[in-house]
């Protein structure tokens, strides 16, 4: 057995799950205020990580700059999309909401295609050194960036939800959206900046996958490939979507060694959170941390 390997494989499974944890509590934060899932979240990786490569590339400013740039645009974008367009969806079937957020996932996709043109564009250098040697092993500067910025997103949340005004209103709407707007709070400003941090969020990943694999319109299926992490963690938990999110990313790498040493069938990197997925909903459907709904007739 390739012991070497392993640790590899193990080490980039948990700096990989970070980032899913990290785009799983995105669409967590909105599907608990709002009772909506997100399928444009994939959209928002791609569009931030084009939107940062564009202002490196235009203006030629320290990466910090343009990185927050691009945090401020898509905050915005966040909150324009759901007062514009999402607002006015209010009271209609869910099923409506879903089918308009597959909509905006579609008009993303083109209009990046449109705009930024259909090949893989590498990321400018951000890190003198590509790659950074601890004990015995090469780790990308940009994934230990992104496991730290993803831990400090996690703590922020973790503070956010518990100690701030906003994040207090935001669990009492996710609680009961009425009750919480007969006690004053409002439900409209909730709905905006759980979208407009859920874009921020969702952004900043996208920029560090942008900076290893280069940027493209395959950063998109990120979020497609978060999905077994939510549902594996609980839709409705904030814990469960980063114990989910390491869960997958551990996984997927140790069905790569497993594939690659013993087994040769190909892809299993890709397909093996799948199969989890399918499992989880035929096993514990809420997952390991959401709430059981009990219906009683």
């Not at 996932?105 to 003198?128: H, L, R, T, Y």
């Not at 831990?151 to 503070?159: C, E, Q, S, T």
Request: proline share 3%; net charge positive.
């Amino acid at each position: 057995m390739n012991t070497e390997l392993l640790i590899q494989l193990l080490v980039n499974g948990i700096i990989i799950g970070t980032l899913y944890g990290v785009v799983a509590m995105c669409f967590t934060l909105i599907y608990k205020s709002t009772k909506i899932i997100n399928f444009a979240q994939g959209e928002f990786l791609l569009i931030g990580a084009w939107v940062c490569w564009w202002i490196l590339n235009q203006f030629q400013i320290p990466f910090l700059f343009a990185f927050l740039l691009c945090l401020g645009f898509m905050m915005v974008l966040g909150i324009l999309l759901q007062v514009l367009i999402l607002k006015p969806m209010i009271g209609q079937p869910i099923i409506s909401i879903i089918m308009v957020t597959i909509g905006l996932s579609i008009f993303f996709q083109a209009a990046m295609k449109w705009i930024f043109g259909v090949a893989p564009q590498p990321f400018p250098p951000v890190f003198e050194t590509k790659s950074i040697e601890i004990l015995g092993l090469n780790v990308q500067t940009a994934y230990i960036m992104s496991m730290i910025i993803s831990l400090v997103i996690m703590v922020g949340f973790a503070w956010f939800f518990k100690y701030s005004r906003m994040g207090l209103a935001m669990r009492a709407t996710a609680f009961d959206q009425q009750v919480a707007q007969s006690m004053g709070i409002s439900v409209k400003r909730v709905f905006a900046m759980s979208w407009a941090i859920s874009a921020m969020v969702s952004a900043m990943a996208g920029i560090v996958v942008g900076m290893v694999n280069g940027v493209s319109t395959g950063l998109s299926h990120f979020g497609i490939k978060v999905f077994p992490a939510i549902i594996l963690g609980g839709l409705d938990s904030i814990i469960g979507a980063i114990v989910g999110g390491l869960i997958i990313g551990v996984l997927e790498n140790m069905a790569e060694f497993v594939d690659g040493q013993y087994l040769h069938w190909g892809n299993m990197y890709n397909i093996a959170p799948f199969y989890i997925l399918v499992i989880i909903l035929m096993i514990r459907p809420y997952g390991l941390f959401g709430t059981k709904d009990i219906e009683r007739i």
